[in-house]
């Protein structure tokens, strides 16, 4: 079943910014009934909070890498507002490095882009399976399509952020629960360097988060899994499948242009998707 943003009960992770906080003001405008705007940071969460209509917002401090913060998440939205029809699996962080990139910014990096979205269906699909209805959003990126020159850890971990996504797409259809996933190029977050053309995420275009918003809670209603805001990822992603060589000398040549700098560039750390 797809979604219906009207009357719906909304959470939003990483909400506190970027996408996240798009989507929270999207889905509010759209008739959304509770948006739960979470965030590690409930500053950030509670300013967004206050963009949105009386007693619709409401900030929640979240670890999204904490299995527990996870399940606080939903039981308390759950038990103050009635049952999530939509969790939006969207905070993440960004990774520059190879292999020389420590093993504790790998973990930060699996926990926060991959595993969240497994506490989400550990937690929060079992009522979802109940109910015989409920819809996931999964933020991951074009880079989990194809690949992020200089950024080891985050091509692999959105990857598999995508992979998880099909996973749950394939396995809880026909329980009622729809998944969608989102993969944009660049957009004009925190993790978009400020005075930038986006470098070799940009390639396409920078995209605004309210671009990015609009057109993804638009694909959830019409029941689509795999967003893309960009159009010509599609077409990247066909070159991939088809023609892997081209597609990987077209890929070592943007890595010849953008890739080491990209490699050596320090991460921006309070960036969420």
Known sequence: MAFEP???????????????????RELAARGAAHVVVADLSLERA????????????????????????????????????GPITLFC?????????GPEVSNDEWERNWRTNVLQGVFVARHLFPLYESRGVGALLVTSSAAGLLSQ?????????????????EW?????????????????????????????????AGVDGVLTPEQVASETVDA?????????????????????A??????????????????????RSPNISAAKL
């Open 149 to 165: 020159v200089g950024a080891l850890p985050y091509t692999v971990t959105k990857h598999a952020a995508v992979a998880l996504a």
């Open 220 to 240: 959830m209603v019409k029941g689509v899994f795999l967003i893309l805001p960009h159009k010509k990822v599609a077409t990247h992603f066909l070159r991939r």
């Open 89 to 97: 699996s969207n905070a993440g962080i960004p990774s520059n490095g």
């Open 242 to 263: 088809t023609d892997h060589e081209r597609w990987l000398n077209g890929m070592a040549k943007l890595h010849t242009a953008f890739g080491e700098l990209v490699r």
């Open 46 to 81: 509670r300013a967004v909070e206050a963009t949105l209509p009386a007693a619709v917002g409401h900030a929640q401090q979240c670890d999204v890498a904490k299995e527990m913060d996870i399940r606080q998440l939903v039981v308390t939205t759950e038990s103050m507002y």
């Open 168 to 200: 749950l797409a394939i396995t809880y259809k026909c329980k009622g629960i729809s998944v969608s996933c989102l993969c944009p190029q660049a957009v004009s977050t925190g993790m978009l360097p400020a005075g930038t053309d986006g470098g070799p």
């Open 6 to 24: 009207a009357g719906s009960v909304c959470v939003v992770t990483g909400g506190g910014s970027g996408i996240g906080s798009a989507l929270c």
